[in-house]
């Protein structure tokens, strides 16, 4: 754990007494990766952190709410996308050792547990399952996005209205070349 790192933070003046309380707001630059492919947190964008870190028995309550940009692409038009999410955030960082006696206890989950490090506390992976987990699987401009023409692969929002291609049946496409013109919808009669 880096002590510099902006999402690092100390609870040294919280000490082990339980029931103290530290309000934490600040704006910290995003780190690489808080995202999917297709949408995320720009690197180094502002993520606004407004947390209270509480001392409870076992360790350090954090709760609060993290405001982040996010920058993605429609995935119906092919659009860029941007926009602000708010998500909530809740973790319980255990002092150390907490870890290890779970693990003796014979729990499965004890190497997820988060642990404080001394007096810091590493808020960084909190933040990633926070915003990665509450993105958007498929994300759209809007709703009712209509997408690209499948045939063309123009944006159905910028076509003229009626936009569609004449298919024909590639099963009658060599009576194409005797009756031209009647396939393609034409008028006229083979002479």
Known sequence: MDARSPLVLSTHELGRRAGEMREVERTVPAPAGLGT????????????LDLSLQAVSEGVLVTGNVTAALHG??????????SETTVAVSELYYYAGKRQKLAEDGDEEAEDVPELSGELLDLEPTLRDALVLSLP??????????????ECGVRLDDAEPGHHHEQLDPRWSALGSLFPGELEGGAGSPN
């Not at 692409?73 to 941007?82: A, K, Q, S, Y």
Request: hydrophobic share 30%; with cysteine.
């Open 37 to 48: 492919e297709v949408i995320g947190v720009p690197e180094h964008s502002d993520l606004a």
């Open 73 to 82: 692409e429609c995935v119906r038009c092919l659009r860029d996308i941007h």
């Open 137 to 150: 699987f498929q994300p759209l401009c809007r709703p009712d996005c209509p997408g690209l023409c499948p």
